[in-house]
């Protein structure tokens, strides 16, 4: 393998750990929304 498939290879993973890091902070702020709303009395 050469230097700029190994180079490829790297900027699509940093790429796709960008998207994957962007759902979790997605999610976790859903998640806390949630528990917000069901933790208050109605």
């Not at 900027?11 to 759902?23: D, I």
Request: net charge positive; aromatic share 8%; hydrophobic share 35%.
């Amino acid at each position: 393998m050469n230097n700029s498939n190994e180079l490829k290879k790297y900027k699509e993973l940093e790429e796709e750990n960008g998207k994957l890091k962007q759902m979790y902070a997605d999610l976790a702020l859903d998640n806390k929304m949630l528990k917000d709303i069901l933790g208050k009395k109605f």
